[in-house]
T-cell receptor, first 110, second 116 residues
């Protein structure tokens, strides 16, 4: 059974810091890995999707990497801003299902 | 703009009531939709896969008679929580995979269900 872990559960940083959010998964037989953003009481916004054959994807200040063999992914956020405060969820897609981690709640202090 | 519309966004009702949540794909057809439940500070947990024109596939531990799913058209799936109780209070989210592979799923904005 696939398990996705995100540690720590919460993170608080001052504005302007570069930061890395980690995600690990137990079964490397995945189709793709996705990072989502969730604001309180809201649905999910897709940030980046990395296919199993890819190593990384970039969008603006965000960069996601994937090491499938070791079961790890990182989301790098450059020059963090208060507007980046949200919960970031990692999910792996395999066997026609998305399996989510519990998310990392990020707070960026002005 | 949103490609998956979920309605209502917030429901408060008395214990014993049945509640219907709709999930619509706005500009594409979805033969499959997914229903998730999320408790506070927890992961999204897949409840069931909704299949147009056939029975839904439920995950282990999810009561089929409690959570009725109907996927009557290529753009609409509904989840009905029957005889809801306080323990059913949660955040319910639907998603639909896009046509064509290798693209992220589209998620609705979620429904906050509170049973008194």
């Amino acid at each position: 059974k696939q398990e996705v872990t995100q540690i720590p559960a919460a993170l608080s940083v001052p504005e302007g810091e570069n930061l890395v959010l980690n995600c690990s998964f137990t079964d490397s037989a995945i189709y793709n890995l996705q990072w989502f953003r969730q604001d309180p009481g809201k649905g999910l916004t897709s940030l980046l999707l990395i296919q199993s054959s890819q190593r990384e994807q970039t969008s603006g200040r965000l960069n996601a990497s994937l090491d499938k063999s070791s079961g790890r992914s990182t989301l790098y956020i450059a020059a963090s801003q208060p507007g980046d405060s949200a919960t970031y969820l990692c999910a792996v897609y395999a066997n026609s299902k998305l399996t989510f981690g519990k998310g990392i709640t990020l707070s960026v202090r002005p | 703009g949103a490609v998956v519309s979920q309605h209502p966004s917030w429901v408060i009702c008395k214990s014993g009531t049945s509640v219907k949540i709709e999930c619509r794909s706005l500009d594409f057809q979805a033969t499959t939709m997914f229903w998730y439940r999320q408790f506070p500070k927890q992961s999204l947990m897949l409840m069931a896969t909704s299949n147009e024109g056939s029975k839904a596939t439920y995950e282990q531990g999810v009561e089929k008679d409690k959570f009725l799913i109907n996927h009557a058209s290529l753009t609409l799936s509904t989840l009905t929580v029957t005889s809801a109780h306080p323990e059913d209070s949660s955040f319910y989210i639907c998603s639909a995979p896009p046509t064509g592979g290798n693209q992220p799923q589209h998620f609705g904005d979620g429904t906050r269900l509170s049973i008194l």
